[in-house]
């Protein structure tokens, strides 16, 4: 886990998997859990998505919402086809992961044993991949902000299947109010 980001959470806004805009701002008072996906055709990042939307009534009050770099038309169906119960955003052009610190892997740190091991788990387990869209280098994240808006817990991915536990994410919703 990555605590260098602390402070003032930076500001999100952005177009959601229904088309209208979502904002950070909106959602002082109540923790905010925000998932950043690599990318759509990333198994184990699905799977941590799923993780989180299986057991979404334990976050109470808290918001919960996915990031992500597609096109925001992408958006829906992949919402739909993983039967998300949270919101799915479009940052296209990456700049709300820059912001939050998300950079990019090398090319032997995503595709590494880690990674085909959970693939090879996923595939198994009958998840089916689609084409990637975009970078595939693209690391991901997890961030909880408190109900005044500021960075309480910060998991930045240091390969695909490098995500926290819901648990974690749980007790820092939990320690953030």
């Known amino acids: 886990m990555s605590v260098g980001l602390r402070g003032v959470a930076p500001t999100l806004d952005l177009p959601d998997d229904e088309g209208r805009q979502w904002r950070l701002s909106d959602h002082r008072g109540r923790p905010v859990v925000m998932i950043f996906h690599r990318h759509l055709a990333c198994l184990p990042c699905q799977e941590h998505a799923v993780e989180v939307s299986d057991r979404i009534d334990e976050f109470g009050d808290a918001a919960v919402v996915l990031v992500t770099f597609t096109c925001p038309r992408n958006l829906r169906g992949f919402r ?52 990637p869209e975009g970078d595939t280098l693209q690391l991901g994240g997890d961030f909880v902000i408190d109900p005044g808006g500021r960075i309480a817990y910060v998991y930045r991915s240091t390969g695909p299947a490098d995500r926290p536990s819901v648990d974690d994410l749980l007790t820092a919703v939990r320690d953030s109010g």
């Not at 799915?88 to 709300?96: G, I, M, P, Y």
């Not at 950079?103 to 085909?116: C, I, K």
């Open 80 to 131: 739909r086809r993983l039967g998300l119960a949270y919101p799915v955003l479009a940052d296209e052009d990456r700049a709300v992961y820059r912001a939050y610190g998300l950079g990019r892997g090398s090319w032997r740190r995503v595709w590494g044993l880690g990674t085909m091991r959970a693939y090879g788990r996923l595939l198994r387990a009958g998840r089916r991949p689609s084409v």
